[in-house]
T-cell receptor, first 114, second 113 residues
C-alpha cells in the first residue's frame, strides 16, 4: 500500500509570493491533516479536512488555507509568504479520526522563503 | 501555552538497555495519546498509542504508561537498539477535536552500540 505522498519535496519562494502544496493520502483514508514543523515552534496543527469539509482548524492566520477534493487528495495554500513561513509542512492521513486509526505522515515539503 | 511537554530534549542510552521517554500534559480534555518516531528528512512514524481508559499498552519492545492523575505518560523501549536513534514525539488529542494532535517538542534519542 502506497504511503502518504507530498509534492514537491523542496520549494524555494520569495517573500510576498504564494505557494501551493499537494498531498495524496493513503488509499481509503478520508481524513487529511496538515502540520507545520519549525525549530522554534515544533509541530503545529494547521487544519484537517474530512469528506471535502474543513473539520478543524489551528491557530494560523488566514493566509494559510486548504481544500480537499472528492478523491481525498488535499492541497494547502499559503499566500503573501513571510520569512517565518519557512518550515517543513507535513500532511497526514487516517481512515476516519485519530481515535480510530493513527495518523500516517508523508515525508513533507520543505519550504524556504527568501 | 505548551499543553504537551517533553522536558528532556535528548537522551543517550547504551544498546540493550532501557530507554525511558517522558511526556507531561496540562489539558484534562486529552483522552488519547500517541508516540511518534522521526528520522531526519522523513515524516513522523506512528509507534504506539493509549487511550485514557487504560494505563498501559504494549507492542513488542515498546510500552506506553499513562498516569492520568499526574497527567504524565512515558514510553519505554526495551531493549534499545541502534536503529531506535531518532527524535521521539508524544502527541495528545481530545475526542471532540478529531484529528487535531498537539505535539510535544520531541526528545532526541541516541542509542550507542
Amino acid at each position: 500500500k502506497a504511503g502518504v505522498t507530498q509534492t514537491p519535496r523542496y520549494l524555494i519562494k520569495t517573500r510576498g509570493q504564494q505557494v501551493t502544496l499537494s498531498c495524496s493520502p493513503i488509499s481509503g483514508h478520508r481524513s487529511v491533516s496538515w502540520y507545520q514543523q519549525t525549530p522554534g515552534q515544533g509541530l503545529q496543527f494547521l487544519f484537517e479536512y474530512f469528506s471535502e469539509t474543513q473539520r478543524n482548524k489551528g491557530n494560523f492566520p488566514g493566509r494559510f488555507s486548504g481544500r480537499q477534493f472528492s478523491n481525498s487528495r488535499s492541497e494547502m495554500n499559503v499566500s503573501t509568504l513571510e520569512l517565518g513561513d519557512s518550515a517543513l509542512y507535513l500532511c497526514a492521513s487516517s481512515r476516519i479520526g485519530a481515535l480510530d486509526s493513527p495518523l500516517h505522515f508523508g515525508n513533507g515539503t520543505r519550504l524556504t522563503v527568501t | 501555552d505548551q499543553q504537551v511537554k517533553q522536558n528532556s530534549p535528548s537522551l543517550s542510552v547504551q544498546e540493550g538497555r532501557i530507554s525511558i521517554l517522558n511526556c507531561d500534559y496540562t489539558n484534562s480534555m486529552f483522552d488519547y495519546f500517541l508516540w511518534y518516531k522521526k528520522y531526519p528528512a522523513e515524516g513522523p512514524t506512528f509507534l504506539i498509542s493509549i487511550s485514557s481508559i487504560k494505563d498501559k499498552n504494549e507492542d513488542g519492545r515498546f510500552t506506553v504508561f499513562l498516569n492520568k492523575s499526574a497527567k504524565h505518560l512515558s514510553l519505554h523501549i526495551v531493549p534499545s537498539q541502534p536503529g531506535d536513534s531518532a527524535v521521539y514525539f508524544c502527541a495528545a488529542s481530545a475526542q471532540a477535536a478529531g484529528n487535531k494532535l498537539t505535539f510535544g517538542g520531541g526528545t532526541r534519542v541516541l542509542v550507542k552500540p
